[in-house]
T-cell receptor
Framework: DAGVIQSPRHEVTEMGQEVTLRCKPI?????LFWYRQTMMRGLELLIY????????DSGMPEDRFSAKMPNASFSTLKIQPSEPRDSAVYFC????????????FGSGTRLTVV | AQRVTQPEKLLSVFKGAPVELKCNYS??????LFWYVQYSRQRLQLLLR??SRESIKGFTADLNKGETSFHLKKPFAQEEDSAMYYC??????????????FGKGTLLTVNP
């Protein structure tokens, strides 16, 4: 298995533009998570899906952020419009619902909004 | 509520010295505990999970339910151990308990 695949690896965009981050979880994993990592705040859970259904989106900062999981093999995190304070590394992770196993993380998308 | 506390943001040791990264947790049931490591600008990687009681790269961690702790230890630190270490907790029933709650992380620096 290729692991959790995120694209793009790096994204530089201008303030006000729409940004879409993509994630392909490990096949067979039931849960998918989007995290944001910054120096100031550390790792923040943004949203979490279980069997493609959003379970907990309390970490989504504001309405500019939205996430979808149309099927078991694909998820997107969209920021519209983007702002400089959204600059961070965004990680996607997936896990099986069987107990005893942790997450597998993707390589992350480093977003810079100028 | 789930909570993970890593009291040290920074930890610096010399090569060959023992190292202990502290982790305390709060959870009303029986948790699953994990340690993740993140090398510079890379993805988080699973280092240890308490259920397997394994030793990875010389690191071990024992779950102490009485003290609600899951400290990470290594008897002789190596320079390549320098990284950010995150302790994480998961519940053991369905629904939102399957999410991992992370501590703030401890940045370990091993000096030559």
């Amino acid at each position: 298995d290729a692991g959790v695949i995120q694209s793009p690896r790096h994204e530089v965009t201008e303030m006000g533009q729409e940004v879409t981050l993509r994630c392909k979880p490990i096949s067979g994993h039931n849960s998918l998570f989007w995290y944001r990592q910054t120096m100031m705040r550390g790792l923040e859970l943004l949203i979490y899906f279980n069997n493609n259904v959003p379970i907990d989106d309390s970490g989504m900062p504001e309405d500019r952020f939205s996430a979808k999981m149309p099927n078991a093999s694909f998820s997107t995190l969209k920021i519209q419009p983007s702002e400089p304070r959204d600059s961070a590394v965004y990680f996607c992770a997936s896990r099986t619902n069987r107990g005893g196993y942790g997450y597998t993380f993707g390589s992350g998308t480093r977003l810079t909004v100028v | 509520a789930q909570r993970v506390t890593q009291p040290e943001k920074l930890l610096s040791v010399f090569k060959g010295a023992p190292v202990e990264l502290k982790c305390n947790y709060s959870y009303s049931g029986s948790p699953e505990l994990f340690w993740y490591v993140q090398y510079s600008r890379q993805r988080l990687q699973l280092l240890l999970r308490h259920i397997s009681r394994e030793s990875i790269k010389g690191f071990t961690a024992d779950l102490n339910k009485g003290e609600t702790s899951f400290h990470l230890k290594k008897p002789f630190a190596q320079e390549e151990d320098s990284a950010m270490y995150y302790c994480a907790l998961s519940g053991t029933s369905g629904g939102s308990n399957y999410k991992l709650t992370f501590g703030k992380g401890t940045l370990l620096t091993v000096n030559p």
